[in-house]
């Protein structure tokens, strides 16, 4: 059986960036946990995280990004750059099975185990199975209302919720302040 679950979402608008996730984790057609928690604040608060994928794969991933990130501290792509090369290369590393979404103050990440690093051009990403569910709700919010950006993350993510049966209403949303 394969695990699923997850949907990530990221956001940027005014002053903030905002990234959520849902909480479900599934073992085929069997709910494990609900309450999941997908994100994670990174470099001293300064970098918000979220993965879709294996959860020690994932918890691996931020141990290794965050070593990244100290080494190469106020310097989220070149970080992110170095552990998308380790990850590609590394013979344990690239059987890992996740996703990163990675934003601070100025970018927003997205980064594979293919060797990705991806900055979408308007500031929104999604990764998981209601994933594009949630960029689709989350595109058509900033397009047509004055929400913030974790009001349009926290709502993507519902409405992912509705038509993706691996994602739950169970969402935990952070935010930090941006420059763009």
Not at 48 to 55: E, N, P, R, Y
Not at 140 to 157: C, G, K, M, P
Request: glycine share 8%.
């Amino acid at each position: 059986m394969q695990m699923r679950g997850t949907t990530v979402v990221t956001v940027r608008r005014g002053g903030s960036v905002a990234i959520g996730a849902d909480g479900q984790v599934s073992l085929g057609s069997t709910v494990l946990k609900s309450d999941a928690v997908k994100l994670r604040r990174l470099a001293d608060g300064k970098v918000l995280t979220g993965f879709a994928g294996s959860t020690a794969d994932a918890i691996a991933l931020f141990e290794r990004f965050e070593a990244k990130l100290k080494e190469f501290p106020r310097n989220l792509p070149r970080a992110a750059t170095e552990l998308a090369k380790e990850w590609r290369t590394d013979r344990a590393l690239r059987r890992l099975e996740a996703m990163l979404i990675a934003v601070d103050a100025e970018h927003t990440l997205l980064l594979s185990g293919r060797g990705d690093v991806l900055q979408p051009s308007d500031g929104i990403l999604g990764i998981g199975s209601g994933g594009p569910y949630a960029v689709a709700a989350a595109r058509a919010l900033l397009r047509h209302t004055n929400l913030s950006a974790v009001e349009i993350v926290r709502e993507a993510l519902r409405v992912a919720a509705e038509l993706d049966v691996y994602t739950n209403e169970n969402i935990v949303v952070e935010e930090i302040a941006c420059s763009s």
